[in-house]
Structure formats: structure tokens, C-alpha cells
């Protein structure tokens, strides 16, 4: 029966105790079945065990594996304390409910039992309590093998991208046993420690030297001698050590060649290759197989070359004419590998030297080859988008993804199906896997249907003509694929671009010239001998330098945007082209902004620079300058430390905004013109030239200030591109201003705004944490803004009304009377015959209006004095009848004499 697991954290339980016994809380077995949303199978969900099961070499009865990562002697059963479980719900909490015991795939659940009590090679006995021990003579019998290596399954299982890692980083990865002693296990039998021996190297320390700390040599030799430890581990530290015997090797090598003055002599060893098989796929590309005239001698052969070769390499080929070129590697190793070489209709001498002259028994030089194509391990589904010969970076990675029983699609683009090569490996991998977009039948390969239905937690991969990594590039970026998840393999590189010259920094400070044919990779190999060079169209990184001063037009797929602020390729390096130095009457001045948490790259901006040249001419023009285009955060404070790098401190008074000459000058341009027809504004500043009364001014900044939106409590923005004016000390200053900001263009050293050259506590600063820690403080009183709103839609409204009274006085239309009116001006312009006609067609309807709306008026006065009448009428009829009524009461009756 099983033991209760709780579901939240035991205090008694300390998972730095020794231990010497613990409980086996849960038994759990499972069978393959598809991982949710893939087609890949696992036997990672596990289910509960009641009563004795039965252990075998290869595990619990009824457990079954993927043998491809798990199973085997040495991952026979595998183990985790379930104490995890409460950490990981609260580091977690999206994913708090998957987080229950079983959860990470384990036969075996302990509570007390972890990372950091168990040594490899522990050996241990299962069995029932003692009150139930028919079993004691001979337990079952078990060894600590390996650490559990995560993998993608429990980023998916949990759908936490990039998961797995923590589990290593945080030592809760679980274990393997190997079975010593076949037998049974049930819940609630006792596990025991048996005997430990290598007490030194429990499995968080296995973990620190496995993941962690990987540059130890000595630790990594120790590991590699542990016999008890796994072979997937054990044969990892031993690969590790030997690469580090190598590296140090070369290194002492590359030391005694400093002394005779020969460099690396390593490092670009060029090697003699035959061409041995040469098969035409298509009517354009042909496969060529290479093999080495003295062949690599690897370990396990008593060698010390690294001879395997990773999918997804490329190999740098010198060809007879004096090319230097990189194919992709379709498969092979660094003995005999493939290429397939598509003809370039615009070929530069590369693909039309191999088709024509590269024949059976032909030698090539072969130097570095390079892993290119990196391997997303972490990845739940990989999508795979080739276009013609760009099947070649990616065949043998869709192979190797495929055996190893990875979810992976393979969407093949070609003009028609007789242009498929390597037709019959594609055909091996399934139509479930491999899917081809043939353009002849019809079949457009849709990039951007793809993106959208493809699995959670997709990594993709693209390499084919120019206009399909375009169409890749616009689309991942409009999805918002993050850089990490997506690979760009590019054919060629654009190498076009205006020579420039470079300083090297760690080279003495040698000054090298780029040519416009060249790049900056081969000039720097033309001076030294190590510069490290591979793919040679941006794919790799290996020729990656740091970047101190200058602007870059960064190509090629390499650096992400974070890495492009210190860094570039030396094979796509291009000078960014040069911005001008004026622009009509300004000077073009290119101010650096630093980095900042919000945005961590530098960027330039442009500042407009002229004299001030007003209309109207005042006192201080001669010593002032003209400037737009300022940045948004532009203070009185930055243009002091701005001019104070160009000309020195001292030089300057002063800065004016636009907003701020606004308010200080109310008879200027009124904020409201932005809002108000242009036509309308020239004729509202016209009528005012001519009523020009002082209560009308008053009235008028009254309206403005009540319409104008309330201030916030901090500094204001600037509008973009708003202007400046800028006091300096005198005229010369200003002449030196002029001269400074072209020296900046010569030197190419471009003074900083703001940052550590402002004073302290001047100028609060901006960015992202400004945003988070003011944005609610910053919105103004609901009440004040509503007031501000509808002032200014009053005063628009009667502004318009009033530009159009004037706009039709100065049309020249006649009023209600067909008079036209003359302004003091003259008649704005002679009207034209089809402005008269309309005119005079709209006074005639006018009259004849107004003669109706006159009869209409006398027809209501004649209606009014007829009941004004008849009510006289009514009234003195009363009269007379009340009159006849007092008689006859006065009178009494009457009787007339006979």
C-alpha cells in the first residue's frame, strides 16, 4: 500500500543528512505512449504499483523505455525525492499542479533520499520492514550509477521552456540504479545503504565537475578512473580530458613557435583531399566525396585526432584557381566526408570550378571543418526550411534527429520534383517527416503558415536562396520568435561596401586597409597568421572580434543584437555608411548615446545645428545657435555637458526650448495652429494683424492657458524633433562650435549625451526603471484634464467659426444686401466668372429668402391684429353683459300699467 506523499515541505526532513535507510514511498511503472502534441514517444508518465513487483536486470516489470537516452544496465531504475516536489511548485508556480510526485518519470519515490546523501557506486538492499522480512536473505540489491541527465521531455511534460537545466544547476535531477541482485520492491519496503565506496563524490559534486565546473582537469581525470560510475558519464569526463590534453599540447606548441617566430603553426593546417566519387543529382548539382590522402588517426585507434565529425559541418575547400570557399558537409567524417555543390548561374568561380574541373581522382586542400548548425537540445519539435541546395546543411542534422527519436519536420522547397538530389536518403525519412514544396505543381512553400501552426516549444532552422532567408527574417521577427529559437544557415555573403580602415588594438595598434573587394577576415589573415576563420558568410562565429569604436552594418546570422554592440564578423564586416556632414544650412552633429538598462546598445543620434537667423533680429543672435531635432529628454543640463566635450566649459549661457518660447512669447505662434486647417491659421494671423486690441490679447492667453493640458509632477518631455536655441558666451564660440562639429566627423569620436557626464543629481534619469517607478505618479488629476479638454474644444470650435467668417469676407461674397466687403488691402484677387456666377446665384436665392421669411412676417403681424380684434370684440361683449345683468338686479320686475 503506498505511503503518504505530502504535498508540502517536511521540516523534519534534511536533505544534507547522512543517510543510512529511508522509505520507499511509491513504486511506479509506465508504457511508451506520444508525448502531448508530438509524435515522439516516451515512458515518462507513470503510473502506481500496488503490491510486489518483480526487478529484473533491465529494470521493473512492466517499465518500458526509450532506448535510445534511457534504459539499459546503467539506467536500469531510476529514483527522485519527492522533497523536490514543494521547491519546485514555489520556484514554478505556473506549472505548481504538474509538479507532483512521479512527475519527473521515476520508478523509485524517497523522501529523504537525494543528491546530496547518495556517492556513485552506493550500494544498496530493498526490502520489507522487518516485522515482514521473508525476504532479508537475499534483498534486492542495487548501485548508484549516474546522475539523471535531463532532456527536453520535461520542458514539454511541464510546458517550461528551457526547464531542464535548472534541475542540474540546482542538483534535483534524480538518479539511476543498476540492478546487482535481481528481485522485488513494493511500497513502503525500507532501502538501505549497503556500502559506499567512494564516500567523496556524492551526486552534487559529480554535477558541479559534470555541468558546472567543466575546466577542471584534475577533477575530470579523477572522475574519468571512477569504474562505478556510467558509461554515459564516465565516457563524457574522458573525452573531456583528452581535449584537454590536446588543447594543452597545442598550446605549448603554439608557445615554441612564438620563439622562431612561426605564430600558431596549427592553426591553419591545410590537409591534401582526393575526390573519389563524383554523382550528379540533378541537372545542377553534383555530390562530390573527398577523402583524405593522410588520414586522421583517432583514439580509438590509438590516435589523438578527433575524428567524427558533428551533423550540421561545414568544410573550408581551397580550390586549384586560388578560391577559398565553405560547402556544407552532407555526411562523413574528417577522413571522407560528402559535399553537394549546386551551379551558381552567377557563380564567382567556386561552384563552376568544382562542376568543371573537380573529377574522380582531382585533389583538393581541405582546412578547418566546423560544426555550424547548432544543436537545440532543449527543443520540443524542430522545423527544418531548406531551398534547393540548401538541403545539404541540413540532411545529415534531420537524420541524426530522426534516429535518435526526435519530433522533426523537414519542409523542402524546390523549382520542380526532378530538382530533388539526395532523392532516395529523403525518401527513408517519411513522408511524416519530410514534406516537399514543389513550385511547378503549384505547391508555394508558405513561411509564414508554417510559423503559425507549428508545436509549442519549436526551434527553426532556415537556409535556402536570398529571398527565402528574407521572407524567414521578416516573419519570425512579425511573430516574435525570440533569436535563440531560430537558426539562419546562409548560403553566400554580401560583401558589398565602401573601403575603410581599421586599428587593431591588441596588434600594436596596426592601422589595416579594407579594399572594396575584400573583407575585413582576409586582410587580417594577409597581416597575421592566427586570425580563426570558418563558414566565411557569417553562419559560424568563429571569426567573431571585439568591437572598441566604430560603426558597424552588421550581416550574417552569428551575433544576436545584445552581441552587436561589442562584437562583429570579420567576414561581413562593412563600414556603416557615412551620414552627411550638412544638410542645407545645418551642420550635422552625431551625438553617442550610451547604453542604458532599457536599451543596452549605443546608438547615435543627430543633432541639426545652424546659426540663429530669426525673423525678427535680435540683440544675441550673433552669439546664439540654432538647433533641431533635440532628443526628448533634452535638459539645460545636457546641452551644458554637451557643449562643454565640444568646446571646453565655459562657453556656455543658455538653452531655450521651443515650448518654453512659447510661453515666454504668447503673441507667437498659437498651439492651436497644429490643430486648425493651415488655410484657416494664415487667415486668423492676418485678421489679427488688423485687430490688434489689448483686452482681446488678454482673452486670448486666458483661453490658451485654460485649454493647454495640466503639467505632471516630474520633468517634461521634449516632442519629437522639437527645437532649441542655444546662448553661447560670444560670437567666437559659436565659430568654434561650427569647426568642433566637423572635427567630430573626421575623428569619428562622437560626443556622449547625458550619463556620467551631466551632474550629479541635475537630471533624474529616464529608461525603464523611470517608467516603472513613475508612470502612475505621472498621470495628471482627472478632473483638471477634463476641464482642459473641453476649454480647448470651446475654443476650437469658436476659433474655426470665426477663420471662416473671415476666410468668406476675404473670398470677396457679397453679404445679405449684395454688398461685397473691401478690406483695407484691396480686394484679395480678381474673382473668377464661375466665382461670380455662384456668387451671384447664391444673393438671388438670399433674397428671395429674405422676401419670404418678410412676407411671412407680415402674414404673422396681420394674424396677430385680427386676434388682437376679436379678443376687444369678446371683451366689451362681456361688458355689455354684465352691464344688462346689473340692470335688471337693480330694476326688480317690472310690471307695464294696463
Not at 534516429?403 to 525518401?427: C, G, K, M, Q, W
Not at 532567408?469 to 546562409?490: L, N, Y
Request: aromatic residues 6%; contains cysteine.
Amino acid at each position: 500500500m503506498p505511503h503518504q506523499v505530502r504535498d508540502d515541505p517536511d521540516p523534519s526532513v534534511d536533505l544534507d543528512a547522512p543517510f543510512t535507510s529511508d522509505i520507499i514511498l511509491e513504486v511506479r511503472t509506465g508504457r511508451m505512449k506520444p508525448m502531448p502534441g508530438l509524435t515522439v514517444q516516451s515512458g515518462i508518465d507513470k503510473t502506481l504499483r500496488d503490491g510486489p513487483v518483480r526487478v529484473t536486470d533491465m529494470g521493473l516489470e512492466g517499465d518500458e523505455h526509450d532506448p535510445t537516452f534511457h534504459g539499459g544496465l546503467d539506467k536500469a531504475i531510476h529514483g527522485y525525492c519527492s522533497s523536490h516536489y514543494p521547491t519546485w511548485r514555489t520556484e514554478f508556480p505556473s506549472a505548481a499542479a504538474s509538479f507532483q510526485p512521479g512527475a519527473f518519470g521515476e520508478n523509485l519515490v524517497t523522501a529523504r533520499l537525494n543528491e546530496r546523501n547518495l556517492c556513485i557506486g552506493d550500494i544498496v538492499s530493498i526490502s520489507p520492514p522487518q516485522d515482514q522480512d521473508q525476504e532479508k536473505d537475499n534483498p534486492l540489491l542495487l548501485q548508484v550509477s549516474l546522475p539523471r541527465q535531463p532532456c527536453f521531455k520535461l520542458n514539454h511534460r511541464f510546458q517550461l521552456k528551457n526547464f531542464a537545466p535548472n534541475t542540474w544547476k540546482t542538483s534535483r535531477t534524480g538518479w539511476y540504479f543498476r540492478v546487482l541482485r535481481p528481485g522485488t520492491v513494493r511500497a513502503g519496503d525500507t532501502i538501505r545503504l549497503v556500502e559506499r565506496r567512494h564516500p567523496a563524490w556524492t551526486l552534487e559534486r559529480v554535477q558541479e565537475y559534470l555541468h558546472r565546473d567543466t575546466a577542471d582537469a584534475a577533477m575530470n581525470e579523477t572522475l574519468a578512473g571512477i569504474e562505478a560510475l556510467g558509461a554515459e558519464c564516465r565516457d563524457a569526463f574522458r573525452g573531456r580530458v583528452v581535449r584537454q590534453r590536446r588543447a594543452r599540447e597545442r598550446r605549448e606548441r603554439e608557445q615554441k613557435g612564438k620563439g622562431k617566430g612561426k605564430g600558431k603553426e596549427q592553426q591553419q593546417k591545410w590537409r591534401e583531399f582526393r575526390v573519389v566519387e563524383r554523382v550528379r543529382e540533378t541537372a545542377r548539382v553534383v555530390a562530390f566525396v573527398l577523402e583524405a590522402v593522410e588520414p586522421l588517426v583517432g583514439a580509438d585507434a590509438g590516435g589523438e585526432e578527433e575524428v567524427e565529425l558533428r551533423p550540421g559541418a561545414h568544410a573550408k575547400i581551397r580550390l586549384g584557381n586560388g578560391l577559398v570557399r565553405a560547402y556544407s558537409v552532407v555526411d562523413g567524417d574528417r577522413n571522407r566526408f560528402r559535399l553537394g555543390v549546386a551551379l551558381d548561374e552567377k557563380s564567382r568561380g567556386g561552384s563552376s570550378y568544382l562542376h568543371e574541373t573537380a573529377q574522380i581522382g582531382h585533389t583538393l586542400q581541405v582546412g578547418a571543418i566546423t560544426a555550424a548548425v547548432p544543436l537545440a537540445g532543449a527543443a520540443s519539435h524542430h522545423i527544418f526550411v531548406a531551398g534547393g541546395v540548401g538541403i545539404t546543411a541540413f540532411l545529415a542534422l534531420v537524420e541524426r534527429y530522426k534516429l535518435i527519436n526526435f519530433s522533426v519536420t523537414l519542409h523542402y522547397a524546390v523549382r520542380s520534383a526532378e530538382e530533388v538530389p539526395f532523392r532516395e536518403r529523403l525518401a527513408r525519412l517519411g513522408d511524416h517527416v519530410v514534406v516537399i514544396h514543389d513550385k511547378a505543381a503549384g505547391q508555394r512553400l508558405d513561411i509564414r503558415r508554417i510559423i503559425e501552426d507549428m508545436p509549442w516549444n519549436s526551434q527553426l532552422y532556415f537556409c535556402g536562396p536570398q529571398r527565402l532567408m528574407d521572407e524567414a527574417a521578416r516573419e519570425t521577427k512579425a511573430h516574435g520568435i525570440a533569436e535563440k529559437e531560430v537558426h539562419f544557415e546562409a548560403f553566400s555573403a554580401d560583401l558589398s561596401g565602401d573601403p575603410f580602415e581599421v586599428v587593431v588594438a591588441n596588434k600594436g595598434g596596426k592601422t589595416i586597409q579594407v579594399g572594396e573587394e575584400e573583407t575585413l577576415l582576409e586582410c587580417l589573415q594577409k597581416e597575421f597568421d592566427d586570425v580563426d576563420s570558418s563558414c566565411a558568410v557569417g553562419n559560424c562565429g568563429t571569426c567573431r572580434v571585439t568591437l572598441k569604436d566604430g560603426r558597424v552594418d552588421h550581416r550574417g546570422t552569428a551575433l544576436t543584437e545584445a552581441e552587436k554592440a561589442t562584437s562583429m564578423l570579420a567576414c561581413l564586416a562593412v563600414k556603416m555608411p557615412s551620414g552627411p556632414t550638412t544638410i542645407g544650412d545645418f551642420s550635422v552633429l552625431p551625438v553617442s548615446i550610451p547604453p542604458l538598462p532599457s536599451f543596452p546598445r549605443n546608438v547615435v543620434h543627430y543633432l541639426y545645428v545652424r546659426r540663429n537667423a530669426p525673423k525678427i533680429p535680435t540683440a544675441t543672435d550673433a552669439r546664439s545657435l540654432f538647433l533641431t531635432n533635440v532628443p526628448v529628454d533634452s535638459t539645460e543640463a545636457h546641452f551644458r555637458a554637451l557643449f562643454a566635450s565640444l568646446v571646453g566649459a565655459g562657453r556656455f549661457e543658455s538653452a531655450a526650448f521651443e515650448d518654453e518660447r512659447k510661453d515666454a512669447h504668447s503673441q507667437s505662434q498659437s498651439p492651436f495652429d497644429a490643430a486648425r486647417p493651415a488655410h484657416a491659421a494664415r487667415l486668423l494671423q492676418a485678421h489679427s494683424k488688423k485687430r490688434k486690441r489689448e483686452d482681446e490679447e488678454a482673452e486670448r492667453a486666458r483661453e490658451e492657458a485654460a485649454a493647454r493640458l495640466p503639467s505632471t509632477w516630474t520633468r517634461p518631455l521634449r516632442k519629437s524633433g522639437s527645437t532649441a536655441v542655444v546662448l553661447l558666451a560670444d560670437e567666437k564660440s559659436v565659430e568654434q562650435v561650427l569647426k568642433a562639429i566637423g572635427k567630430v566627423h573626421k575623428t569619428k569620436k562622437y560626443p556622449a549625451w547625458g550619463g556620467d557626464n551631466l551632474p550629479e543629481g541635475k537630471v533624474p534619469p529616464l529608461g525603464s526603471i523611470w517608467l516603472k517607478s513613475h508612470n502612475r505618479l505621472s498621470y495628471p488629476d482627472k478632473g483638471a484634464l477634463q476641464a482642459s479638454v473641453d476649454a480647448f474644444s470651446a475654443l476650437f470650435a469658436r476659433r474655426e467659426q470665426e477663420a471662416a467668417e473671415i476666410a468668406k469676407r476675404l473670398r470677396n461674397e457679397p453679404d445679405e444686401d449684395g454688398f461685397v466687403t473691401v478690406t483695407r488691402g484691396g480686394r484679395a484677387a480678381t474673382a473668377g466668372r464661375n466665382e461670380a456666377e455662384e456668387a451671384k446665384r447664391k444673393m438671388l436665392e438670399r433674397q428671395e429668402k429674405k422676401k419670404e421669411e418678410l412676407t411671412n412676417f407680415y402674414r404673422f403681424q396681420l394674424r396677430e391684429r385680427k386676434k388682437e380684434e376679436q379678443a376687444e370684440l369678446l371683451k366689451r361683449f362681456d361688458d355689455d353683459r354684465r352691464k344688462l345683468e346689473a340692470m335688471r338686479v337693480k330694476r326688480g320686475k317690472f310690471i307695464p300699467e294696463a
